[in-house]
């Protein structure tokens, strides 16, 4: 299967995030009025510097499919990662669902992107457009705490949440950023005193959204995985609260 990705511009700021590594299909959310996201806000500190981002930071909120459980093979297939002369292989049957958010800091430090993720058998979700997705957001954001998924954008096994951060020349992540051919040293333990807790969902009144608030800490790691502790993350977003792309 060739690689498929589809990107569609929109107004505002609400551009789609690239696929990484595989041949997911990635797909932005409508526009709605700016004043439905003046609250977003990020806050966090990294190294002892606090990071935020404001009203005025540049976003990118959208979905996308990945494979599950990939596994080594000869032969390509769906949601596969190329692998010189062969290839990783999701499962036939099921698919990754991811909801992603993505946010520019203040004072052009950098970026920092949060996914949510959940696992599906193919038949238990929706097709809309190109996307596989769920009926509604909240079978994938919850409340309460939630796991970080060790091998987001490699095997593909794990779900709950993904921390991708981007500071200057600096790229960290919550997940390993190693090549799904190259052995991981992550572990249970490496989340050990990490967490992720969701506090609140609410309806964006008169519109298709939701608003997610959540504290956050823990360990991102650098691109030999040595880790960074983030501590004192609090985050509050909007989303689309149904599962589909574009507004009926």
Known sequence: MKKLQLILPVALVL???????????????????????????????????????????????GAS??????????????WSISNGNDYWV???DSVQYIKFYETSLDENFGSIKFSFIKNY?????????????????????????????????????DEGIAITLSIKTQNFTSYSPLFIRIPSSLGVESHRDSKFKILKIEDVKGTDFMRIEAVF???????????????????????LKHGRVFPS
Not at 37 to 54: C, E, L, M, Q, V
Request: net charge positive; charged share 25%.
């Open 15 to 61: 551009l789609a995030s690239s696929c990484k590594k595989n041949n997911g299909i990635t797909i932005p959310e409508p526009e709605v009025t700016k004043k439905h996201f003046a609250t977003d806000s990020i806050s966090f500190i990294i190294n002892g510097k606090r990071y935020i981002s404001g009203s005025n930071a540049s976003a990118s909120r």
């Open 121 to 157: 058998k193919r038949t238990s979700l929706v097709k809309n457009t190109l996307l596989y997705v769920p009926k509604i957001e909240t079978e994938v954001i919850t409340l309460g705490d939630q796991n970080y998924a060790l091998d987001y954008e490699r095997e593909g096994k």
């Open 217 to 239: 800490e823990g360990n991102l790691f650098d691109e030999n995985e040595k880790p960074v502790k983030i501590t004192d993350g609090f985050l509050r977003l909007t989303t």
């Open 90 to 92: 999701g499962a036939i």
């Open 65 to 78: 499919n990945r494979g599950t459980n990939m596994k080594l093979s000869k032969t390509n297939g769906d």
